[in-house]
Each structure stands twice: as structure tokens, then as C-alpha cells.
């Protein structure tokens, strides 16, 4: 567009200058647009940061407990305050904001504790330094306030999405900290599910199937502390499996029966044209007790209630192979008898295999092919980036150890910054440099469109899966 610009062009007619500069003008404005739309949903660092601020300075620390119905008021307030500074976010934006903030610090904290990351993320000071001060001010005022089990809590009495507070319900919910016996009803009536109750340590959790899904979900069960090892159990025919759940502590059982005779929460985590043998299995020993969570691709929810009483409650989970490290994506559905509060309970026992989110089931066989299948399209691309060195001459164990970091890399900027992909990618070209031939390369290769129809079909086939784990008329009749 340079040239066209600088008419350096030769034997080009006015005319046909004229059209290639508005068809130059018309992308410049495309481009625009997008960008501005991008801006729109993408934070910046500096705004970011200037959100961190105000945040810090409104003493977000101390609201750290969980009770939306005060940080409304909180974010009302920084809404207005980001305004002043020209920064023209919702309060939803801000709190989503927060919201991803927060589950990168715990998960950056957790892998600091165990693989000792010698990276400091961006914004990770900041994040530090308002969860020391909430955990210093949590432990001053906070100690009257007595274990809140999450289940058997009654249904609550007020509508649970968030509701415009006044002065007065602020003043309330803060006065009640100090009162044991009204605290309970305040989180019962507004759980956020972001700071998680304290969970009852009698829960015994279950796993039908030892395989790699049951061991990385236990593991970050077990990481929270709040469930001992003695309170879980696995189940499997064969005991080929059993042997790094015992290491675990856990116990381990071969029949699904009296594994969830003994349990609260069971994992269905078995192969999907398992599932239906699996439940039939167990179905005489489900009560309104226990909660079902099935990891089974493509299985719905549908096809899982129509296979247990009529009453069990069930929850669809997708995970991904990466629990086993905590750096788990999962999504999970509720059933039509899962309450909310099951499902915070499940979000809670999780927090620590990686993101949790809730979404509608129709977003679970997405969710299969981008995250549950797409872990294994990164590992191909991985591979293919260290054989690309390889070919170059580099020797192979040291390109796959650089493939490896390079992908973590990527990742954890891409998560912790909040950046756009094409925002960072744009970030590392250098006009004429060496990144816009290799990116050029992929290009033509197809990468993107490959890597797009490669969730359509993985998503496709999920939901294909599904159709056939469904009972036939016939069978549901009997
Ligand atoms: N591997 C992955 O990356 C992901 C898997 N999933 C889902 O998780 C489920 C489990 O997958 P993986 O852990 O990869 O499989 P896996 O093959 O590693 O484990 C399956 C386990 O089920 C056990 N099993 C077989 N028949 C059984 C029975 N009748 N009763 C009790 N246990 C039985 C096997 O002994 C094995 O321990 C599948 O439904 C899959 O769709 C979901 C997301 C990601
Ligand atoms: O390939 C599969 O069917 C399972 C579900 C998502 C990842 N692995």
C-alpha cells in the first residue's frame, strides 16, 4: 500500500490509481473498525492496571468473602471511577475482568507450589499484593464466622442473580458478618461462586473408571485439601490401574455398586459406550443423596437421566488432559434436578484441575472439540514445530523441549495478559522480519482453516456420539 501511495507504481492509469486507493482507504477503515471493535471486548495492559487500582484502592481486599450483594456496590463504584480516567467499561466487563484476573493468580499460585515457575506473569505483583491484604483482613475479622457447608443448604429464599443493592442490604450483609446466626442465610441467598465455601470433610467422592481422566480430576480434588484421601474411592475390573491411585492414598474398589453405596459424589469416568452398562449397574444404588457427574463424550443429559431414577440429580462435566497438572479447561451442565448449589459444589472440588465454567449443555460438545480434543491438536502442532527445527538440523530432544516451552509460553501470556491472539501475534512480527515469512508459510498451508474444521468435526463427532449413546424409544419404554 506503501507504493501505491508514493505512485512508485509504473505505467499505471490515473484512473486505476484513484480505485486502488479507495480499495486502500475501505481496508484502512475495515481495519479500524475491527480494531476499535477488539478494544472493545480485549483489555489492555494500562487499563488493566488502572482497574487493578481502583479496585486495590476501594479495598477489594476486604470483599474477598464472597457476598455479591457488597461487591456490586464495589464494582458499581469502580465503573464510575474508570469513566472519570476515560475508560468506558460495564460493571459485568469489570467483574469479568476481575473474575479472570483472580483464576489466573490462583492458578499461576498453585503452579507456584508445585513446579516453581521462575516467570512472573503480568499484573501477578499486583494480584499478589491484594490477596495478601484480603488474607491478613480475612484473618482480623473473620473468625467468627463458622463452617459453611455447601450442601443441605435449604433452597434459597431470594433470587440468586444479582440485584440492584441498596445502601441499607449493603449495611445488613456487612452487619451480619459479625452475627453466626445470620451469616449462613447471607451466603445461602448469594453464593459467588468465585470464592468458594468451605466444603463439608465428610464428602466421599467416587471415580467408576481409573483411567487418566478419573486420576487428573482426584488429583485436583485432592490438591484443595478440603477432601481427605480416605473420603475417595475408585472402581475398575481390572487392577491394572489401581496403582497411582493408591499412591494417592485413595481407596480402590472393583465394584461400581458399593463404590457408590459408600459415596456423595460419584465420577462416571469410563469410555461413553460404556456409560449406559456402567449406570445400568448402579442405577438400584443411586439416591436423592448422591451426585452424578458424567465425563463421558458426547453422553448427554438426556441419555444420563434417562438411565438413573427419575429423581438423581446429574451434572455433565467435560474436562481436559491437562488436570493431571492443574492446568485443566473444564465446562460443565446441570441437570434438570442439579441446584445451583451442586453445581457451585462441583466448581469448587475442581478449582484446583484448572479453569471451571458452567454453560448451557449445547456448549459441552463444543467445548469437547476445542478443549477436550484440542489439547491433542496443540500437541500435533507442537510435534510438527519441533520437527521443523529438526529438519533444520537441530538435534531432536532439545527442539521438542523448546516446542514444549514455546507452547506453554504462548499459552500463559496469552491467558494472563488477556490479549487477542492476533493482538500478541502481531506483537512478535517485525515488518520484513522472519516471523511474517513463517506465518506467510502457514498460511498456505491452510493452518487456520485445518485447525477450524478440526473442532467442527471433533464437536460433530461428539454430538454424533451422543445420538448413539441415547436409549432407542424401545429401550426407553422398559
Ligand atoms: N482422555 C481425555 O483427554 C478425555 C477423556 N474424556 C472422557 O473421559 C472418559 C474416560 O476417558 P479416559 O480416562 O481417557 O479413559 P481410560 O481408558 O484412560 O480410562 C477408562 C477406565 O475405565 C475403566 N473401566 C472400563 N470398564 C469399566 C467398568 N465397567 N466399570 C468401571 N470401570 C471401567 C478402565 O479400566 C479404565 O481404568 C471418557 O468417557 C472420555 O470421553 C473427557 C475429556 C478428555
Ligand atoms: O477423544 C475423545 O473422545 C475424548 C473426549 C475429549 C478428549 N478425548
Not at 486505476?16 to 480485549?42: D, E, G, H, P, V
Not at 473474575?99 to 492458578?107: D, P
Not at 538435534?395 to 488477556?418: C, E, F, K, N, Y
Amino acid at each position: 500500500m506503501c507504493i501505491i501511495r508514493s505512485r512508485s507504481i509504473r505505467n499505471i492509469r490515473t484512473d486505476q490509481y484513484y480505485t486502488l486507493i479507495a480499495i486502500y482507504r475501505n481496508l484502512k477503515k475495515t481495519y479500524q473498525l475491527k480494531m476499535s471493535a477488539m478494544k472493545k471486548y480485549f483489555w489492555d495492559s494500562e487499563e488493566t492496571e488502572y482497574m487493578l487500582k481502583v479496585l486495590r484502592e476501594l479495598d477489594i481486599a476486604k470483599h474477598l468473602d464472597g457476598r455479591k450483594v457488597r461487591n456490586l456496590k464495589l464494582f458499581k463504584v469502580a465503573e464510575k471511577r474508570m469513566k472519570q480516567a476515560g475508560y468506558h467499561r460495564s460493571i459485568d466487563q469489570i467483574r469479568h475482568r476481575w473474575k479472570v484476573l483472580k483464576t489466573s493468580y490462583y492458578s499461576w499460585n498453585n503452579n507456584q507450589q508445585t513446579v516453581k515457575l521462575t516467570r512472573f506473569p503480568q499484573y501477578a505483583t499486583t494480584m499478589q499484593s491484594i490477596m495478601d491484604e484480603s488474607e491478613t483482613w480475612n484473618r482480623s475479622h473473620d473468625t467468627n464466622r463458622g463452617p459453611v457447608r455447601i450442601r443441605n443448604r435449604p433452597k434459597p429464599t431470594v433470587h440468586e442473580e444479582d440485584t440492584e443493592d441498596s445502601e441499607e442490604e449493603v449495611v445488613t450483609a456487612a452487619q451480619s458478618l459479625h452475627d453466626n446466626s445470620t451469616v449462613d442465610v447471607i451466603i445461602k441467598t448469594d453464593p459467588d461462586p468465585e470464592t468458594p465455601p468451605e466444603m463439608d470433610s465428610n464428602l466421599r467422592i467416587g471415580f467408576i473408571g481409573a483411567g487418566n481422566m478419573a486420576y487428573g480430576i482426584a488429583k485436583g480434588v485432592l490438591q484443595s485439601g478440603d477432601v481427605p484421601p480416605t473420603n475417595v474411592k475408585v472402581s475398575a475390573p481390572s487392577t491394572r490401574n489401581f496403582g497411582r491411585f493408591q499412591e494417592l492414598g485413595v481407596a480402590v474398589t472393583h465394584s461400581n455398586a458399593e463404590l457408590v453405596s459408600s459415596c456423595d459424589m460419584v465420577f462416571v469416568a469410563v469410555k461413553p459406550h460404556l456409560v449406559a452398562t456402567v449406570l445400568s449397574e448402579i442405577t438400584d444404588h443411586v439416591t436423592r443423596k448422591h451426585i452424578i457427574v458424567s465425563v463421558a463424550a458426547g453422553v448427554t443429559l438426556a441419555t444420563l437421566q434417562g438411565l438413573l431414577p427419575f429423581d438423581a440429580v446429574v451434572l455433565r462435566l467435560m474436562p481436559n488432559l491437562p488436570c493431571l497438572v492443574q492446568q485443566g479447561a473444564l465446562l460443565f451442565s446441570r441437570g434438570t434436578r442439579a441446584r445451583q448449589e451442586d453445581g457451585d459444589l462441583l466448581r469448587s472440588l475442581l478449582q484446583h484441575c484448572g479453569l471451571v465454567e458452567e454453560g448451557p449443555e449445547a456448549w459441552i460438545d463444543i467445548h469437547t472439540g476445542l478443549s477436550g480434543s484440542g489439547v491433542a491438536f496443540v500437541y500435533l502442532f507442537a510435534e510438527a514445530l519441533a520437527e521443523g527445527a529438526v529438519k533444520m538440523g537441530m538435534p531432536s530432544a532439545l527442539a521438542h523441549s523448546i516446542a514444549a516451552q514455546t507452547v506453554l509460553g504462548a499459552g500463559q501470556l496469552l491467558r494472563d495478559s488477556g490479549k487477542h491472539p492476533a493482538q500478541l501475534r502481531s506483537e512478535v512480527c517485525t515488518p520484513g522480519g522472519t516471523t511474517i515469512f513463517g506465518l506467510h508459510a502457514m498460511e498456505q498451508g491452510g493452518v487456520r482453516a485445518a485447525t477450524m474444521t478440526a473442532v467442527e468435526t471433533a464437536t460433530e463427532r461428539a454430538r454424533e456420539l451422543g445420538r448413539k449413546s441415547a436409549p432407542t424409544a424401545t429401550e426407553n419404554r422398559k
